[in-house]
């Protein structure tokens, strides 16, 4: 079979940092060129928007969309009427709603619509979720703070509408709760502090539960300098579970369990080159209803506001 | 086949307007009880509590829940978990994710779950939707404008977390789009209005869009003296289309059409007995899912505080 060649759309940070390595190292896939306004790179055909490409750009099979939350829904509708497969960074749009028409479209085109969430593929989480499949879950609690400055540096979409503020993050964390837990789990309470001067929150606290009563409390916080934490706590009727780092690395009963190092990336790929051999979609909205819940459910609070480093 | 013996839970203003005289005109329900801490119908067992009314109340078949959405999760898993069939006024609860559990449960059971929507029920709603199946819809504007002073007079929790504030109304009209419009719709943008000292918006615009555009402008406010709208306007290839009065009224090419007077709860009542026969569930989402878009990706100003009349 000739390999997927794959455009990606939207060159920051993400792109470069985990999408272009992992193409180059999962078989079937070749990128097969860059739209970006003003980013490039070598060896690969670059033109400035999705539209130029599918105008005058190299033949291409998919689109990888990492742009900004707030534009891929156009995108992905225009590359699906091209009869082009879509993958979608996470999250994966701006809002719940204008996900259901895009995945019509593309089941009717026989088209792949992949909504990822690269933490899900993070090497410990599904060890996490076979370990804790044997046991009693008591209490959940999350910690994901992170210094917004150094991990989303000048990022302004992030603040607007649709950017979700701190829980771009936050939602990684759901992502992987929503995976290692098999029951459905819903919002009870938010509390949400907003900038003065912003459109998102900066900070987060949830309670949720699942139907009988399980308490899960999550901090997300984008205000964290020094030590950086993206920790799940788990109480257990054998002793406590800590999937830490991201989803990196497991620990139970006070053992580090060893886990072979993956690349979380790499994982989405294989499964993409999957998924569009025969058009199958993989869209599970399951962590973004719970933040859509917070937002609609939170006491919004008005903090400081918050200026990007200059 | 004997009636299906009806408990009313919590016993506000809707449950008195609305409920009793519809199930009273409902062949095939009773009502059996009403669950209330502080107000009663003559004639009619009344007790505290749901729990109560499972403890020592008579025999009953089913719950309508009238209670604030914030407390029916937790009334509905109960009713469930006794066997009972269970009516959710509108909206279906305080947020999206509370009713994945409820509908497992539910289905699980074989009882029935049924998240009412009682605006489509509204005479004119079927009408237009017939209507407008045979024209092209080129733009939509809704206008939902109210005295909450005067509709919601000291109900506090429709302006803590989770009570909507004016999408409480505000869900009535999306209710209605979602219904006579057959394709999927999105929220592209949302402006919501907060006062200073609640939790709930007291006013709110939104741009929603389907996959090929169509524009659909809404306006919810919660400060509305004097004349009151509660309208949708539709322009058509074959000239306007006006859905006024809540669903009630239907004009187009300035004909008023003579739509008969019918009871919206008295629909919703029939559903019910009818869908309880088989235990089937009746649980749309989408207008729902619409509000929850628009809290996720408005855009938040501060308004005066709100007081209630005194």
């Not at 082009?84 to 701006?94: C, I, Q, R």
């Not at 900066?202 to 950086?228: K, S, V």
């Not at 869209?283 to 937002?295: E, I, N």
Request: proline share 8%.
């Amino acid at each position: 079979m000739s390999p997927l060649r794959i455009a990606i759309v939207g060159f920051g940070k993400i792109a470069r940092d985990q999408h272009v390595p992992a193409i180059a190292a999962t078989e079937g896939a070749v990128l097969a060129a860059v739209a970006s306004p003003n980013t490039s790179l070598a060896g690969v055909p670059q033109v400035a928007t999705l539209e130029e490409l599918l105008r005058n750009g190299p033949p291409f099979d998919a689109v990888a969309l990492c742009t900004p939350p707030q534009v891929r829904r156009d995108q992905a509708a225009i590359a699906l009427a091209a009869g082009k497969h879509v993958l979608l960074e996470k999250p994966p749009g701006a809002m719940l709603s204008e996900i259901g028409p895009l995945l019509t479209a593309a089941v009717a085109a026989r088209r792949t619509l992949f909504a990822t969430w690269h933490s899900r593929v993070a090497p410990a989480v599904e060890p996490a979720r076979l370990l804790l499949a044997g046991r009693r879950i008591t209490a959940v609690r999350i910690s994901w703070k992170e210094d917004v400055r150094v991990w989303h540096p000048g990022q302004a979409w992030i603040w607007q509408p649709g950017g979700l503020g701190v829980f771009d993050p936050g939602i990684n964390a759901l992502s992987i709760l929503t995976r290692i837990l098999p029951q459905p789990l819903f919002v009870t309470s938010a509390d949400l502090a907003f900038p003065a001067n912003r459109d998102a929150p900066i900070a987060a606290t949830l309670r949720l539960a699942d139907a009988a009563g399980l308490p899960i409390f999550a901090e997300f916080d984008f205000r964290q300098t020094g030590p950086q934490s993206w920790d799940i706590h788990l109480d257990t009727d054998q002793g406590p579970v800590i999937l830490s780092s991201g989803g990196a690395k497991l620990s139970a009963g006070g053992v580090q369990h060893v886990v072979a190092a993956a690349a979380e990336y790499a994982g989405l790929y294989r499964r993409f080159v999957e998924l569009t051999a025969t058009g199958e979609p993989d869209v599970d909205l399951t962590p973004f209803q719970l933040v859509a819940d917070a937002f609609l459910l939170g006491h919004r609070r008005t903090v400081e506001p918050f200026e990007d480093a200059t």
